[in-house]
């Protein structure tokens, strides 16, 4: 429930709190991330404490709030295998499957994007 941001300092320019909220049936830690390029990381992640799933939402967006990417388990997507797992690249309705996603493997996914557009400039 905690993240350790520590490895992804080189693209981070600023952080709100990810303080978590309690309910009886769910934690939910919320926040948002900006890079070095102005974009941002909207984070929601869900603990539901009696099946101890987590529902989550990572939401990067370029500096005028276009999206960039969105990985979610929000609804089921019937069409696909990895179904509720999935991602929306670009626009909402560009739905592709995805696997299941922590804010790790986002942040592991953003930093070669910025890695790789630093390096072709």
Known sequence: MTHDLYSFRHIIVASTSFTPSYRPEVTQVRG???FSDQSVLHVRENYILASGRIDYAYQWQNATHQLIHRWDNAHPVPQFDTSPHHQH?????????????TLDKVLSFIAGQLDQSTTSD
């Open 89 to 101: 690249i670009g626009f909402e309705d560009n739905v592709l499957p995805s696997e299941p996603m």
């Open 32 to 34: 948002q991330l900006t």
